[in-house]
């Protein structure tokens, strides 16, 4: 059967750059990687914020982690945490979601598009376009 959609990313949310060390870097032995800021449009265009929102990146051979920073309660930050799915054909998929009613998020971006979609529960999904060349050795 052919593997339809792989997790791309997974974006968490910590109230510090210490915590998301000693928790992804030390305690689960993640190597970090970079960081990223996202400025006060996209962040609200994504996420319904108007702060800039800082992120690191946590990841090894598997996967990678997004820790978006505040130090903020977390029932004050703006639902950052998602999953990003890498899927074959996007658009044909986006079609399906539109078709049944899951909420679309389109933010043209350097030439392309950042794409969110919604659940109807308000969970949050980054949708990635998969390319050929990712496909090999993505079997387990």
């Known amino acids: 059967m052919e593997n339809r959609i792989r997790i791309n990313h997974v974006a968490l949310w910590n109230r510090s750059e210490k915590n998301?060390?000693?928790?992804?870097?030390?305690?689960?032995?993640?190597?970090?990687?970079?960081?990223?800021?996202?400025?006060?449009?996209?962040?609200?265009?994504?996420?319904?914020?108007?702060?800039?929102?800082?992120?690191?990146?946590?990841a090894n051979a598997n996967y990678r982690i997004e820790v978006f920073l505040s130090d903020r309660?977390?029932?004050?930050?703006?639902v950052?945490?998602?999953?990003?799915?890498e899927i074959k054909n996007r658009e044909q998929f986006l079609h399906q979601c539109a078709e049944s009613g899951i909420e679309r998020i389109v933010i043209p971006r350097n030439g392309g598009q950042?794409?969110?979609?919604?659940d109807f529960d308000g969970n949050l999904f980054e949708i990635k376009e998969r390319s050929n060349d990712s496909d090999s050795g993505s079997q387990g």
Not at 51 to 58: D, E, G, N, S, T
């Open 20 to 58: 998301a060390d000693i928790f992804y870097g030390e305690l689960l032995g993640l190597e970090k990687q970079y960081r990223f800021t996202l400025d006060a449009e996209l962040a609200f265009k994504i996420f319904g914020t108007r702060q800039p929102l800082r992120a690191i990146v946590f």
């Open 73 to 78: 309660d977390q029932l004050q930050v703006p």
């Open 80 to 85: 950052i945490n998602h999953i990003c799915f």
């Open 114 to 118: 950042t794409v969110f979609i919604r």
